[in-house]
């Protein structure tokens, strides 16, 4: 048993070593993304980048009236007092926190005493990171439909968590995850397996954060990447190490609230400006002549014009779907990832032990419901206000990938009323995107660390019998490294791509956790062996797939679209297509490319591959059946009578709540 | 409340908790799927459906929107009913099981 756990966290190790030596997408347009923004798997500017670059420079220049700005930066005069007054209100929070955090279960769970609306704004906070922020109002404003579509399963998700998981798992578990499934099973393996699979999901997640948070200070305050690392990590460490979770909860509190009431005031300012009519203003959108513009030059566009099957009211073509999001097969295994893989995320689960019952639990789902649903409805006036007020030429002249479309619409918005309220605005949206960060990382270094320190120290190492400072010591020390890991990697995954390690994290929770915990659950015949099988499998099928699947970097790939970028740009010299204007830059770009193909020129990617061994980028509609598979084939493999005994046990227990003050006291 | 006296099979073969279970799960799991099936016709609709989703109703809104707007509501419509449900039903139950059996 033990070799067992020991070559599945070298798997693991190794695995993560090898995402984070990924290289960097060398696509022009992807270097200044936030990467953790841009979370979105489905977001990929790889293979529309060169030939879209080609068209920026091509066309004979629809002559920009007025030069578009190219940056964005923050004034420091009105932001640094924002970021000061955030980081000082939390830190009070801290404070008194961790005076209340003195037990155990007060470092896990806030001593259950969070009550269910709290708990709704706080799994709201922990939920909408920098991602469905800035990620999915880019989207929506370079995409239209599409952005649209992608926000919906984000929603959809808790129907899963509401109907399946929040109450049972707060009937059945006290602190993690490895709580409810070592129930009934042998409690060491199964509590190895899980910390080992809920270390890896929050690794990843919080790499992806991380990485992204850095880059968005850059971007924005233009401080450097070191220091912006180091100062949300050490921010991050002292909130979940002094206040565990009662100051982590509040901390989402506070940022699910700001981040909200910016989308609000956002939303509002672009009502006003078409009436607060949504007809009016869908109809302004799609009227908006830089919008027709840039539709009529998107290659989707362009092959449709060319199949004549293209809409004929340009503008109205981005209200339709299509424009970005093409593999229905991707769409439907992301899909499955989301609906799936948020009621597998630990750090969500977890937020289902703060609560003292299961109506709590069930009144925490429906407020974040309500706020969460809110909040992605916000973003559609944003994405589309963007693409009004901003143009999707004005986003992509700052950030390719459309990340900083809410910022540059709120610096807009507000400098149309006056200057400084255009500085403002912009400062309260990067002090709400810090905040988000911050909410994030704190909840994903407090999940691992309860994996760590209750589920390996505390159960696996001294048998359950740690007193409670002992506990405490261990699980603050725990938050210590692991928190101090993050910094540690996040500043060594600068220069690497980390996007796709979101789409990752979602992946394996839900074809690695979500399977046993649902066959846990509700399988009578559910076992140890189940557990081991279905986490292991799971986990590495998503992890496998994902390593030879079009998220990874094909040098081969990369070469020939460097190539056909550069011949499209000869052969546009050669038609005369090329203002003089532009030559010099055209050429520049040649050369680029050039260099580029060389370089990667028979090369293979990390799997030793020259294209993608697996279609899909995300990995989900693969690997959640097998993981269900592999835990259901390896509980009836290894049949075990005494799991079979406890099940009355933890059904009635699950459903009916009783027992649960023993969970709440121990 | 102590631990040790509670007989867990007693209670799960209680006629009250077997009908408590079966209302349960037909309940979460019929929704469920209900629920996921109806968001997973949208990537698919957008995908083999698009000249249905590209019908304007009313002025710029088309069907497509529409039905994306739709799942907003329908998983909201269906939070709250299923709140409504486990606060009049499946807690009144769970209560008279749990005042009779401890």
């Known amino acids: ?666 | 409340m102590s631990e040790k006296t509670i007989n867990w099979s007693a209670i799960a073969k209680d006629p009250r908790f077997i009908e408590l279970h079966h209302k349960k799960t037909a309940f979460l799991f019929g929704w469920w799927i209900f629920s996921s099936c109806y968001y997973f016709l949208l990537p698919i609709g957008a995908a083999y459906a698009t000249g249905l989703f590209k019908i304007q109703v009313m002025g710029r809104v088309n069907i497509g929107y529409i039905f994306a707007f739709s799942q907003y509501l329908i998983s909201w419509a269906l939070a709250l009913y299923y709140a409504h449900v486990a606060n009049k039903d499946f807690d009144r139950l769970t209560k008279e099981l749990v005042n009779d059996l401890t």
């Open chain 1, 1 to 666: 048993m033990k070799k067992l756990l020991l070559a599945i966290g070298c798997v693991l190790t190794l695995s993560f070593a090898a995402f984070a030596d990924e290289p960097a997408k060398a696509v022009d347009a992807q270097d200044a993304v936030p990467a953790a923004v841009a979370t979105t798997d489905a977001i990929d500017a790889e293979e529309a980048a060169p030939a879209e670059a080609i068209k920026e420079e091509a066309a004979p220049a629809p002559a920009p009236a007025e030069p578009a700005p190219t940056s964005l930066k923050a004034n420091p005069k009105v932001t640094i007092p924002i970021f000061l007054l955030i980081i000082g209100v939390t830190l009070g929070v801290v404070v008194w926190s961790a005076r209340k955090t003195k037990s155990a279960a007060d470092f896990y769970t806030a001593g259950g005493g969070i009550t269910g609306t709290q708990n709704g704004w706080a799994i709201a906070g922990d939920y909408l990171s920098a991602a469905s922020f800035l990620g999915i109002s880019g989207m929506i404003a370079l995409y239209g439909y599409d952005g649209v579509m992608y926000s919906v399963g984000w929603l959809v998700a808790y129907i899963t968590v509401l109907l399946i998981v929040a109450e049972p798992c707060r009937n059945a578990g006290k602190y993690t995850l490895g709580d409810i499934l070592s129930f009934r099973t042998s409690p060491k393996p199964v509590r190895a397996v899980i910390a080992i699979s809920v270390v890896a999901v929050s690794t990843f997640y919080l790499t992806a954060q991380m990485v992204g948070a850095g880059k968005l200070m850059q971007l924005l305050l233009g401080i450097n990447y070191t220091v912006a690392i180091s100062g949300v990590g050490i921010l991050m460490v002292g909130y979940v190490v002094f206040g565990g979770m009662t100051a982590t909860t509040w901390v989402q509190i506070i940022k699910a609230f700001l981040l909200v009431a910016g989308a609000f005031v956002l939303a509002v300012l672009v009502g006003i400006k078409s009436g607060m009519n949504p007809f009016r203003f869908l109809n302004e959108v799609a009227a908006s002549e830089q919008l027709i513009e840039y539709i009529k030059l998107l290659p989707i566009y362009m092959q449709e014009v060319e199949a004549g099957t293209a809409t004929v009211d340009v503008g109205q073509r981005f209200l339709e779907p299509g424009l970005f999001l093409t593999n229905p097969l991707d769409q439907i295994s992301l899909g499955m990832a989301l609906v799936l893989g948020t009621a597998g995320m630990p750090h969500i689960l977890m937020r289902f032990f703060t609560v003292p019952t299961a109506q709590e639990a069930r009144k925490s789902v429906i407020v974040a419901m309500s706020i969460i649903g809110s909040f992605y409805i916000m973003t559609h006036a944003l994405g589309f206000g963007a693409a009004m007020h901003v143009t999707p030429q004005g986003i992509k002249a700052i950030d390719g990938s459309g990340n900083m479309a809410a910022l540059i619409l709120a610096q807009s918005l507000g400098s149309d009323f006056s200057p400084f309220l255009g500085d403002l605005l912009l400062a309260f949206l990067c002090a709400v995107a810090f905040a988000t960060i911050l909410a994030v990382v704190s909840g994903l270094v407090l999940t691992a660390s309860a994996a760590i320190a209750h589920d390996i120290y505390v159960n696996v190492i001294k048998d359950g019998n740690a007193t409670q400072s002992e506990q405490v010591i261990a699980a603050r020390l725990t938050s210590l490294v692991v928190g101090t890991c993050g910094i540690l990697v996040g500043i060594a995954a600068e220069k690497q791509n980390v996007a796709h390690l979101v789409a990752l994290a979602f992946a394996i929770a839900s074809s690695g956790n979500l399977p046993v915990v649902v066959l846990s659950l509700f399988w009578r015949k559910f076992n140890t062996a189940g557990v081991i099988c279905g986490l292991v499998v799971g986990t590495t099928a998503a992890i496998g797939l994902m390593m030879v699947s079009p998220n990874m970097t094909y040098p081969e790939v990369v070469a020939d679209n460097a190539k056909k970028a550069y011949t499209k740009l000869e052969a546009n010299i050669a038609a005369g297509l090329v203002a003089p204007a532009a030559m010099e830059k055209t050429l520049a770009t040649i050369e680029a490319e050039k260099a580029k193909e060389a370089n990667n020129r028979g090369k293979t990617s990390m799997m030793g591959l020259s294209k993608p061994l697996f279609p899909l980028k995300n990995p989900g509609i693969v690997s959640i059946p097998l993981g269900f598979a592999a835990a259901i084939i390896g509980c009836l493999a290894f049949p075990c009578r005494r799991a079979e005994e406890m099940w009355d046990e933890l059904y009635v227990r699950q459903n009916t709540g009783i027992g649960m003050a023993k969970a709440i006291d121990h």
